[in-house]
């Protein structure tokens, strides 16, 4: 009797091991075979109107500004303006001291005097050597003088011609030296160039400035329309192609956070400027100049600004989150699936030539992969030129799904929710 309760017990054991292995091995098999669901939110493709933007940042500058500098060197004996004044056209802005300029324009009225009693004496003589070559003349026709004493007359008179000739070029010269002279005198006194405001002013009374006809002189302040500004911005090689003569553009000056500016691009560089020149850091702008439209608030040279620059609008085409566009290799025969991003890989830039660009779509509880054709883009949404249908659901979110775990018949979970949750969180801190 012990012995059958014994082996019954075992027999009970051993079942229920059994069984438990049983259940075990479905349980892989069964796991095994279930499909991953990929959580995702979702958009219905619509048409809007996609304005691509450029976006710049630089700085506010005149219009038109003129940079002050001295042509004469000397001591400022006269600066009737200081940095904010507004001037006229012709007003007089700085004089430096005259003295040796007003001696070398007595010099040279001197010179051009005595230039020109050489002239008369030398005009004199050759009156008076021509009279007696004219008389030598008639006495050399009659045989009276001897073909020696001809020739000394004519070669007094040539020489006279010359010496006239020469008494006149220094006089030329002289008026020569008197012209510049005056004009150094007047370069003393400098004058408003057009009408504007003194923006910068960097010399006072009493210094020394220098000057010279072969090099620039000694900058001594920068006058200025304030009425008429430029937004100047650096634009990459690659945003330069698309903006043009015309192109509307949205400002917004750090001295002034609650204000847009409307400007209108009216200047683009040909010529680029590299910074960084043969580093990894090497970058190639293009300068462009905004005109600024503004009857609200006074503004200043060098302001740091940002500009939005519109470079392109079309109407009613099809859009989708620009997030939504990924890429994804094509499949290869033999392959199981198709080559996903690596980590962190922007959407819509192929990882390699046989990378195409595409939107998932979800069709009855399933990703579909759709390709496409991007055109313009704005902030937040992408043209589609070619492959997306109207009315469609584009998977929206999440960035992994969309770059790393959606794959053409993928089983999908549309939770919207989780989408306005995120959309109407409140930041930290708040």
Do not use: W
Request: aromatic residues 4%.
């Amino acid at each position: 009797m012990a012995n059958g309760k014994k082996n019954k017990k075992k027999i009970i054991i051993l079942a229920l091991i059994g069984v438990i292995g049983i259940a075990l091995v479905l349980v892989v098999i069964l796991g095994g075979k279930k499909e991953n669901v990929v959580s995702v939110q979702t958009e219905a493709i619509g048409k809007r109107t996609i304005t691509q933007i450029v976006n710049a940042s630089g700085k506010i500058q005149p219009e038109t500004m003129v940079k002050i500098n001295a042509e004469v060197s000397g001591e400022i004996t006269a600066l009737p303006v200081k940095e904010g004044d507004k001037v006229r056209k012709g007003d007089l802005l700085v004089r430096i001291k005259p003295d040796q300029y007003q001696a070398q324009v007595d010099r040279a009225e001197a010179g051009l005097s005595s230039a020109r009693a050489s002239l008369n004496l030398q005009k004199a003589n050759l009156e008076k050597v021509e009279s007696e070559f004219k008389r030598a003349q008639e006495l050399y026709a009659k045989t009276l003088l001897s073909e020696q004493e001809f020739i000394t007359a004519k070669t007094s008179m040539n020489t006279a011609k010359s010496q006239y000739e020469s008494a006149q070029a220094g006089v030329r010269q002289a008026e020569a030296s008197l012209r510049d002279a005056r004009e150094s005198l007047a370069k003393t006194a400098i004058y408003a160039p057009m009408n504007g405001t003194v923006s910068q002013l960097l010399m006072e009374l009493g210094e020394r400035v220098s000057g010279s006809s072969f090099t620039q002189g000694t900058h001594i302040m920068t006058v200025a329309d304030l009425t008429a500004m430029e937004a100047r911005v650096d634009v990459g090689e690659n945003d330069i192609v698309t903006i043009s003569i015309g192109d509307t553009s949205r400002i917004v000056i750090d001295a002034f956070p609650d204000q847009k500016f409307n400007g209108v691009v009216y200047e683009i560089a040909n010529t680029a400027t590299s910074k960084g020149l043969g580093t990894q850091d090497e970058v190639t702008n293009f300068q462009v100049k905004i005109r600024v439209f503004n009857e609200k608030v006074a503004l200043r040279p060098g302001m740091s600004m940002t500009a939005d620059i519109e470079t392109e609008t079309r109407r009613d085409v099809l859009a989708v989150p620009i997030q939504s566009v990924t890429t994804r290799a094509p499949k290869a025969k033999g392959e199981e699936g198709a080559k996903k991003p690596e980590e962190g890989e922007s959407p819509g830039i192929a990882t390699n030539e046989k990378s195409i660009e595409c939107i998932f779509v979800v069709e009855d509880g399933k990703a579909k992969m759709v390709p496409v054709k991007r055109g313009i883009n704005d902030e937040g949404y992408v043209e589609l030129r070619d492959g997306a249908k109207e009315s469609a659901e584009v998977v929206s979110g999440s960035y992994k799904a969309i770059n790393r775990d959606l794959e053409d018949g993928a089983v999908v979970r549309v939770d919207n929710q989780a989408k306005r949750f995120a959309m109407n969180k409140p930041a930290e801190g708040k």
